[in-house]
């Protein structure tokens, strides 16, 4: 119910604000700005996306938790997304999830939510919590290679022996 509200009511904020901006700098340079906050937003979403690739890659080769680097270049991407749409409200919240208190409180509060629900996996090894990693999921064993058997590849007759 919420989400109808917020999808309703965010569209009529941003034109009362284009209203309210505009009445007070013009609107000439309103458009300006809105503008700028798109092509700033549309760098960020390029740049962000390959630096949060770049992140996850180095984590995962070094074994590490990529988890806080996925979030934050995660976030930041979203925050280009929201420059790119046209309004000072979505660009509010998007230079809100610029900041880095706000990016290290959101992750803070999703890993909260995460244990809570039981989806953060790790390993124990001497009493010392880390993070699972591959190595966390091979299963050591024996095997032996058993070849199906042969099987005639036609009705038998009278005349071959099977």
Do not use: C, Y
Request: aromatic share 6%; hydrophobic share 50%; proline share 6%.
């Amino acid at each position: 119910m919420w989400f109808i509200v917020a999808f309703l009511s965010i569209p009529v904020v941003e034109i009362a604000l284009f209203i309210l901006v505009g009445g007070w700098i013009g609107v000439l340079k309103t458009v300006l700005l809105v503008i700028l906050a798109g092509i700033i937003g549309a760098g960020l979403i390029r740049q962000q996306g390959q630096n949060a690739m770049a992140s996850l890659r180095e984590g995962v080769l070094a074994d590490s938790d990529p988890s806080e680097s996925i979030v934050r270049g995660t976030m930041t991407v979203l925050a280009g997304m929201l420059l790119v749409i046209p309004g000072f409200l979505t660009d509010a919240v998007a230079i809100a999830m610029l900041i880095p208190f706000v990016q290290k409180a959101a992750f803070a509060a999703l890993r909260r939510r995460a244990k809570a629900q039981g989806m953060v996996m790790g390993v124990t090894i001497n009493g010392t919590a880390r993070p699972a990693g591959p190595q966390d999921h091979v299963i050591d064993g024996e095997f032996e290679e058993i070849s199906p058997p042969k099987r005639p590849t036609h009705n038998p007759s009278g005349w071959t022996q099977h």
